[in-house]
């Protein structure tokens, strides 16, 4: 028999170790690098669609003429307005300008929570809009008016052309405000913040959560919860 180079038990088991050792250290590295992918990704998808509901808030607006909801000196999580609707006699269009770009055209805006289209068990924030009938101008003898309505309820078949913007959708404590001071909550406890100085403000927070435990991922995900605060004006000759 001739003698030919081999391992011995000892390294043998020595080399499954350090193998073994390897190729766990990989799956923690790939476990954690996916999970905090996923992470970031979700954190990222919530600010996103933040972001985009208070630019699409902002824009109408920017352009809004009369504004019925939330009353002044109130709150709540309903903002309805129009756009070249006058605000004491509901008079339009207040000018008669051909439409640019949909800004002349008289309209009717409303943003609301209502139970989400997929999963009934969180709420999302929706916004309706609608084109308001030609009519004769608020320069007239006898100009037409337009005080509503407004959607039947909040979401699908509500009325008008309605699109879902933010899901997870939780007040703190409400959306839209023209008080001069909010209490929200951060951290857990109460806390006093700047609301509106004047009738032709408005108050937005937008406010989207989603929980890694109501969706089972409560042992590798962690909660995304993100807000979003300003206050808007409104267009002077409205008031």
């Known amino acids: 028999m001739k003698k ?48 985009v509901a208070m630019k699409a808030v902002q824009n109408q607006l920017s352009i809004a003429t009369k504004l019925d909801v939330p009353a002044y000196n109130a709150s709540g ?19 008669d300008a051909p439409p640019t770009n949909g800004i002349d055209t008289p309209a009717w805006h409303y943003f609301c929570i209502a139970p989400d289209m997929t999963d009934p068990t969180i709420n999302s924030l929706y916004y ?56 929200v909550m951060v951290n857990g406890a109460p806390v006093v913040v700047r609301g509106i100085t004047e009738r032709d403000q408005v108050w937005v927070s937008i406010r989207s959560f989603w929980s890694a435990s109501a969706r089972g991922f409560a042992k590798s995900q962690r909660d995304v919860d993100f807000t979003l605060t300003s206050v808007f004006r409104v267009q002077k000759y409205a008031w």
């Open 4 to 51: 030919r180079p081999g391992f011995t038990l000892a390294e043998l088991l020595l080399a499954v170790m350090i193998f073994g050792f390897m190729a766990t250290s990989l799956a923690t590295i790939y476990s954690t690098s996916n999970r905090h992918m996923f992470q970031n990704y979700r954190a990222n998808i919530v600010k996103t669609n933040v972001g």
């Open 77 to 95: 999580n309903t903002l309805a307005f129009a756009t070249n609707v006058d605000q004491l006699t509901g008079c339009y269009p207040i000018y």
């Open 128 to 183: 309706h809009t609608g084109t308001i009938p030609g009519g004769t101008g608020c320069g007239a003898a006898s100009p037409s008016t337009w005080n509503g309505p407004y959607p039947a309820f909040c979401g699908p078949g509500g009325g008008g052309t309605v699109t879902m913007l933010v899901q997870g959708a939780v007040p703190n404590p409400v959306f839209f405000s023209r008080r001069p001071a909010e209490t």
